[in-house]
């Protein structure tokens, strides 16, 4: 596995190894106390692009209107960047297993992601106990 040390900006994220090092390294020390949604982009060559976005006060089950928003806002920003992909984390409070509202924030977000044709390269959960992928579901 990729360590911390080994992220260097406008270096791809060629594999999942990477990815889960990425996000590691976003949520480093963190202790979530409420939830917070983090996305970035990365382009054809899987290099993140300069913003990182988290949304911070995430419900705990998805809405429409917030799931919408999102895939909208994707495709707006990729549009002109063909081959280009999404990378989120759920980050929040509480065990690392898996909730059922965790996997249905996975399944409305990569929906919205289809519906516009946006690449989910991955998702991820945090928690105070590290980060971990949540697997297609």
């Given amino acids: 596995m990729t360590a911390s040390s080994d992220i260097i900006p406008d270096q791809p994220l060629a594999d999942d190894a990477a990815l889960l090092a990425f996000a590691t390294f976003l949520h480093d020390g963190v202790?979530?106390?409420?939830?917070?949604l983090w996305f970035v982009m990365l382009d054809r060559e899987r290099r993140p692009l300069p913003v990182i976005v988290p949304i911070d006060h995430v419900p705990d089950e998805p809405d429409v209107l917030t799931v919408g928003n999102l895939g909208q806002a994707w495709h707006e920003i990729l549009q002109d960047e063909p081959g280009s992909s999404v990378v989120l984390m759920l980050e929040r409070p509480g065990?690392?297993?898996?909730?059922?509202?965790?996997?249905?924030?996975r399944a409305?977000?990569?929906?919205?992601?289809?519906?516009?044709?946006?690449?989910?390269?991955?998702?991820?959960?945090?928690?105070?106990?590290?980060?971990?992928?949540?697997?297609?579901?």
Avoid: N, Q, Y
Wanted: hydrophobic share 50%; glycine share 6%; net charge positive.
């Fill in 95 to 105: 065990p690392a297993a898996a909730s059922f509202d965790d996997l249905a924030w």
């Fill in 108 to 137: 409305a977000l990569r929906s919205a992601a289809a519906k516009h044709g946006i690449t989910l390269a991955a998702f991820f959960l945090a928690t105070a106990d590290g980060v971990c992928p949540l697997p297609p579901g």
């Fill in 31 to 36: 202790v979530p106390r409420r939830r917070t």
